[in-house]
């Protein structure tokens, strides 16, 4: 009998095969979950709410369908985990706010219903920086989450959360949302693979907004394979959300099946990103270029491109993300939604009162902000200079993509940072923040691939961007890369005792 | 806190109806002025130093990026959602009308 290290252990896809051959019931492998998570989150504080008898009572109803010949997917009976910013209906949805905190969700965000649609099983919501705002999970009204590699450091934000949950074994796989690097930044931080999709590939219906013209949803996973896998799920275009696109939504496993060849692919290096000036320290530069050495190595050729517009990108992000949360976040005055002040004389008072003691100090900032861009007349902010800078962007990368497989570059200028040190100041955090957005801004799809540690183990994740259509391709080649250059055994903190075979052989 | 930068705060926070703390106007105060003396970065592209030249995109080009960055499709027009349907996921209900709580006392 396999213990619940072991299991948790596995890879998403080892989980579906043994699923598939009765090696393993969906009870026995959510049971390993949840007692990981009963080991570990009091640690890391990556979960918020755990759904521990419901979880139990879907996987024995996925263990009954598998019985019968009912599978619902290859994924039935496998459990994840959500951010606390998707809707789950009847469960409460806090945004890890004071402003939220009692909110029960009428109704399922459509990636979850996609999620039970497929037979998957639901631990529990996720801890995050508040309504997504920030990069350390250090706004979150319950504390930071902790990094499974190092507890004195942040697994990174905003979905830090998904990140460590996935990196210790507490899930398989985890979804977050990405709206200037919040998946693909704290899968670079716990060294596991994070997806942004291109935007209308995934539904935002049932995500609380933050900015809507950058908000996607994307999962975490332990491989770019069992992310390919995850993605099947939940692509597709839903009548709920104008922006969603049914011909992004393909089979994301299609080139999984016949593996990619890097031989020969030409791979874009910015210099925006890669020269000393791009503010990279000293131990993610010489990490990163080990591990394109190592893209060299599988016959990868890589080239040196420039996105003059990168330079400007995190304060364009910025502003436009500012504006759009200003108005985005305007519902929450007390009356139909969140927290209501006891203090309070009229309506004005009421609302400014509710939303001053609701609010934390980060998305208090970026509401003043957004108001300031909004504000136009009198304001030298501008929105319509940000969204130039969008579009400038948008442009410089679609012209390199049309000659190169991929860019490649780094997702985080720095390692995880450690959670005893003072708080960044503003400027610093858009510079920790210029590589994370492009993908957003561009509405582009980018996957952080694992591909260096630091002496003490910390991981690195390497940045892979290409066109619009292409995540499937990005995916291929993640996984050619990941294929040739697996993370060394033992050295992850979710190897915790499986040593199987093929790692990615469904 | 400079008095002009207050009354800047001031007049942000009214707009997006939020009480702060003296504590809070001065760190804001701070973050906001930091904000927007970064914006000739941002609009660095008036400044004509090494910057794209986002105004030469042609017609097409700058279509395309709008579309790409905002897929907005066609709306397709359709019939309304059902009251039933509409007043399930409501706060309150009082026959077919949605019910608010009440504000004042």
């Known amino acids: 009998m396999e213990t619940w290290r072991t299991i948790c252990a596995m890879p998403l896809v080892e989980l579906c095969k043994r699923l598939g051959n009765g090696q393993l019931s969906s009870v026995e492998i959510t049971g390993a979950y949840l007692a990981s998570i009963g080991a570990q989150n009091s640690s890391l504080n990556a979960y918020v709410d755990v759904y521990d008898q419901e979880a139990l009572a879907q996987a024995k109803a996925s263990d009954a369908r598998r019985r019968a010949g009912q599978a619902l997917s290859p994924l039935d009976g496998i459990p994840m985990a959500v951010k606390d910013n ?256 006891g203090d309070y004389r009229n309506l004005g008072e009421m609302y400014r009162h509710s939303r001053g003691e609701g609010f934390g100090p980060e998305v208090k900032r970026r509401l003043i902000l957004g108001a300031a861009v909004l504000e136009g007349g009198n304001s030298p902010v501008s929105y319509a200079g940000a969204q130039r800078i969008r579009k400038a962007l948008f442009r410089e990368a679609s012209d390199v993509l049309e000659s190169c497989d991929g860019l490649l570059m780094p997702v985080v200028p720095t390692l995880a940072r450690s959670l005893e040190g003072k708080e960044d100041s503003v400027p610093s955090l858009c510079r920790g923040d210029r590589f994370g957005v492009p993908a957003g801004l561009t509405g582009l799809p980018a996957v952080s691939l694992p591909c260096a540690q630091d002496r003490s183990g910390l991981p690195m994740g390497m940045g892979l961007m290409g066109k619009r259509e292409n995540l499937p391709r990005l995916l291929a080649m993640a996984y050619a890369y990941e294929r040739a250059f697996p993370m060394a055994e033992g050295t992850r903190p979710h190897d915790l005792g499986w040593k199987g075979g093929e790692r990615h052989e469904a | 806190m400079k008095r002009e930068q207050g009354e800047i705060l001031e007049a942000m926070a009214s707009l997006v109806m939020l009480e702060l703390t003296s504590r809070e106007a001065e760190v804001l105060g701070r973050e906001l002025e930091a904000a927007l003396g970064a914006v000739p970065r941002v609009e660095g592209c008036a400044d004509g130093e090494d910057c794209p030249d986002p105004e030469g995109i042609s017609g097409n080009e700058a279509l395309q990026a709008q579309e790409a960055a905002e897929p907005i499709r066609e709306d397709s027009p359709g019939s309304s959602l059902p009251l039933s349907q509409v007043l399930r996921n409501a706060p309150g209900v009082h026959g077919p009308f949605i019910t608010l709580p009440r504000v004042l006392e």
């Open chain 1, 86 to 341: 998707i809707l789950v209906k009847d469960r409460r949805c806090t945004c890890a706010s004071r402003m939220l905190q009692d909110f029960i969700a009428p109704y399922d965000a459509t990636v979850i219903g996609r999620l039970r649609t497929a037979g998957m099983v639901l631990l529990g919501k996720l801890n995050m920086d508040e309504f997504a705002m920030g990069s350390s999970t250090q706004t979150s009204l319950y504390g930071p989450v902790r990094n499974p590699w190092d507890l004195k450091r942040s697994a990174g934000g905003s979905s830090g959360g998904s990140g460590a949950t996935v990196a210790a074994g507490m899930a398989p796989c985890a979804l977050g949302s990405d709206t200037g690097g919040s998946v693909l930044q704290p899968a670079s931080h716990c060294g596991v693979v994070g997806v942004r999709p291109a935007y209308g590939t995934v539904s935002r219906y049932g995500l609380v907004a933050f900015a809507s013209s950058l908000d996607q949803i994307g999962p975490l996973c332990k491989s770019a394979y069992d992310a390919a896998l995850v993605m099947n799920v939940i692509a597709g275009a839903d009548s709920k959300d104008a922006t969603s696109r049914e011909d992004l939504a393909v089979d994301f496993l299609a080139e999984m099946n016949n593996p990619v060849s890097l031989e020969g692919r030409i791979f874009g290096l910015p210099r925006e990103c890669w020269e000393p000036e791009s503010g990279l320290s000293p131990v993610v530069f010489h990490g990163l270029t080990e591990a394109l050495s190592r893209w060299q190595s599988l016959g990868a050729r890589l080239v040196r491109v420039s996105l003059p517009s990168l330079t400007r990108a995190a304060w364009a992000y910025d502003l436009l993300s500012s504006a759009q949360a200003a108005s985005n976040l305007a519902r929450y005055d007390g009356v139909r939604y969140g927290h209501r002040s």
